[in-house]
């Protein structure tokens, strides 16, 4: 098995197991995608890497280079955005029960701040009053490939619900605020093409009745992210060109129908750009013949959490077996000392031996950047193939890490 050109044995040679891999060309690759997707002539497009999938520097710097502004959720991923170079007024913050030292930290870079709730604003006055402003709407409904990752409807902790969204934006006008945007979370990991047009549509519709009874217009109005990547068992991936094209056509109708003046279009994806790019490599430690078949591997929940926290299901590649005809039942699970550390469950795959690599793909999105030293099970590093050559982005932790935040 090769990545953009590099063998992963020979990848595992040099930097060892587990080991986190990004194709940098095939983040490109899909930021391209995506931009000839919303490309239009009539409306402007305003595109934001949601960097919670990614948050590595390298990567954020990536997408910043290839025309991508940045959506930030905490005062840490601003740091980063603002440290590898990217403009405040191209950062959105948009947080949630945001602190006054979160509201801070973004009021001070100057950014665009996207206000979580009503009570938010209040917040945000102690420390200074923008010139601008929009609220993150709750639209009683959402969709997610989990319900763990559902972030719209009545159960999602997210956003003020579109019933109160007038009384958010007239609070802001009574502040003295004048300059306003929207934004909604349309899904994650959405894999119908017909789901965001349609949530865009009904969102439209409640920035109308808003438009209607408070006379504001908006600057820009946000449908977030959501565009989903196939993983185990998905079927056929998104397909973002008819995505936009119907997003683009339900936006100018509906702008033009409501009267909501000439609003930049905004997206935020985060999963579609990074996602299929990534891979974590493993190593088969034993094949343990238990009440079922078990192949242990060296990476575990504190290396891969998707799988433990909302049963997603990574593809597996075995390299060397790729072609491997015969293929048995087994679960794949890590070291940690929880019942719940299983990646896979009566999975078929190749017959295995100790010291079989693993390969999880698909493993670009909310992957590292979920990792943690959990049984002193220490963080792995992350490479990059650049231009067909591998670059260490992220050492190896280590005990010393450790211990250079512990005071004995």
Same mark, same amino acid.
């Given at each position: ?46 595109? %934001? ?158 920035l109308g009745n808003i438009r209607h009874k408070l006379g504001i217009t908006f600057e820009f109005i946000d449908m977030g992210g959501g565009f989903g990547i196939p ?19 339900v936006f100018k109708k509906k702008v033009k129908e409501l009267d909501l003046g000439n609003p930049t279009l905004a997206i935020e994806p985060g999963r579609y750009l ?35 926290? %909302? ?98």
């Open positions: 098995m090769e990545i953009s050109g590099i063998d992963v044995k020979d990848l595992v040679e040099k930097y060892g197991t587990p080991l986190y891999v990004y194709d940098f060309q095939r983040m490109k690759d899909n930021a391209e995608r995506l931009k000839t997707a919303f490309k239009s002539d009539t409306i402007s497009v305003d595109i %934001y890497y949601a960097m919670k999938a990614n948050c590595h520097p390298a990567i954020v710097k990536l997408f910043w280079e290839n025309g991508f502004g940045t959506d930030c959720v905490s005062p840490g991923e601003l740091e980063v955005a603002l440290k590898v170079g990217v403009n405040p007024e191209n950062i959105l913050y948009t947080g949630n029960y945001e602190s006054l030292k979160d509201l801070s930290a973004a009021f001070k870079a100057r950014v665009i701040i996207n206000l979580d709730d009503i009570a938010s604003l209040d917040r945000l006055l102690k420390v200074g009053k923008p010139e601008r402003i929009s609220y993150r709407i709750n639209p009683g409904k959402g969709r997610g490939k989990y319900k763990e990752i559902t972030t719209g409807g009545n159960k999602a902790k997210f956003g003020v619900p579109h019933e109160k969204s007038i009384v958010a934006y007239e609070n802001a006008l009574k502040a003295g605020i004048r300059r306003f945007g929207a934004h909604v979370m349309t899904g994650s990991g959405v894999l119908d093409e017909d789901h965001f047009p349609r949530m865009l549509n009904n969102f439209l519709d409640i993983y185990f068992e998905d079927g056929e991936a998104l397909d973002i060109h008819i995505v936009g094209r119907e997003v683009l056509r990074v996602g299929d790019a990534g891979y974590l490599v493993s190593r088969v430690l034993g094949i343990k013949e238990s009440y079922r078949k078990f192949a242990g591997v060296d990476a575990g929940f504190n290396t891969l959490i998707r799988p433990a926290l %909302y049963n997603a299901q990574h593809p597996i590649v075995i390299p060397g077996k790729e072609n491997v005809e015969k293929k048995i039942s087994i679960n794949i699970c890590g070291q940690i000392c929880e019942n719940t550390d299983i990646f896979a469950i009566d999975r078929m795959l190749p017959p295995l031996e100790e010291g079989d690599l693993i390969v999880f793909t698909q493993a670009g999105a909310y992957g590292s950047v979920m990792s943690m030293p959990y049984n002193l099970r220490l963080r792995p590093a992350e490479i990059a193939v650049i231009n067909g050559k591998d670059v260490e982005i992220t050492r190896r932790e280590t005990m010393s890490d450790y211990f250079n935040r512990i005071n004995l």
